[in-house]
């Protein structure tokens, strides 16, 4: 089957698909798999609310403002965002979407599809949980890879040549490449729903990546072993994904996480850590794991989308 096909079953097949298990593989501790910001640290939630009031400032303080956010996971940037909406006086209803409902959310709600309507969106580390595809150069030509039963192993297998992509001379016989075709249709449907702003933030750069990328336990893991098990994941292309929202009409800001961060005050609350208490010492080194390009600082992005022209 196409990877794009294997990738859907093994993290969203509702008995036994990666996503479908009983806890959250996201967080830190026994039983998770993979840490996200949201969940090391409240100050990234935090920040995310903070650039959503600049939306709805922007918006013209509307009275109700409803936000969406698409791959909630464990609901602690939902709960860490409003908490930080309220005190902003934001009238916010957070709707969280994800394959399965988390914790309750104080202000908000849990739905499998987002509502017809609504103002703002966040996707953290949602689009590269989108099943995707695999290519590979042969022959000059890009072909779409698959996976194949060998013996008793999965193994990749090359399916046909794609039409209107040929090779070129930079581009080495076997060399791979991702390309998410589902990016283009969620960032259709949120100028269909009116969205007037958002938040996307994911690991990636400005080019295609090349890397199917599998994590169990926080540790890397090899993405055809184990179906259901591991999660399968790639870098967002930004730049494919700016030029996508231009052509709606969204005008999109990138950055680092690391500056986002520091937008948002991260060294001030950094410097207010008692790191005298073990606690303290805790939230230092997770701001700083936050913060730094050697943690995710450099390695996430923040796309900042605005669309003020928004029926």
């Known amino acids: 089957m196409p990877f794009r096909a294997w990738m859907e079953a093994c993290l969203y097949d509702p008995d036994a698909g990666f996503y479908a298990k009983g ?11 993979f ?12 920040s995310i609310a903070r650039e959503l009031a600049v939306g709805w400032k922007a918006a013209g303080s509307p009275a109700a403002w409803e936000v969406v956010e698409f791959g909630a996971g464990t609901g602690a940037l939902a709960r860490d965002a409003m908490w930080e909406l309220r005190r902003l006086n934001v009238p916010a209803r957070w709707t969280a979407i994800d394959v399965r409902p988390g914790p309750a959310i104080s202000g908000g709600r849990w739905l499998a599809e987002p509502p017809e309507r609504f103002d703002a969106v966040v996707a953290n580390e949602f689009l590269d949980a989108l099943p995707f595809d695999v290519l590979e150069a042969h022959e000059g030509r890009w072909h779409e890879l698959g996976v194949a039963v060998q013996g008793k192993e999965f193994a990749w297998s090359r399916l046909g040549a794609l039409e209107g992509m040929e090779g070129n001379a930079a581009v080495e016989e076997g060399q791979r490449r991702i390309r998410m075709p589902a990016t283009i249709p969620w960032l259709e449907s949120l ?8 938040i996307i933030v994911d690991y990636g750069d400005l080019e295609p990546l090349q890397e199917v990328r599998a ?10 072993a184990d179906p259901g098990t591991v999660d399968l994941t ?11 929202a231009a052509d709606l009409g969204f005008k999109l800001v990138l950055e680092t996480q690391e500056r986002f961060l520091l937008r948002h005050g991260v060294f001030d609350a950094i410097n207010r850590i008692d790191r005298d208490t073990l606690k303290g010492n805790s939230d230092y080194l997770k701001l700083r794991q936050l ?11 923040v796309a900042v989308l605005s669309r003020p022209e928004s029926p």
């Open 23 to 33: 806890r959250h593989p996201a967080g830190v501790g026994k039983g998770t798999h």
């Open 35 to 46: 840490a996200t910001s949201p969940t090391l640290h409240p100050f990234f939630a935090h």
């Open 191 to 198: 100028a269909t729903a009116g969205v007037r702003c958002g």
């Open 215 to 224: 994590y169990h336990g926080h540790g890397r893991a090899e993405p055809l």
């Open 234 to 244: 790639a870098d967002v292309d930004f730049e494919e994904l700016g030029q996508a």
């Open 291 to 301: 913060l730094l390009p050697t943690g995710f600082g450099h390695a996430f992005k």
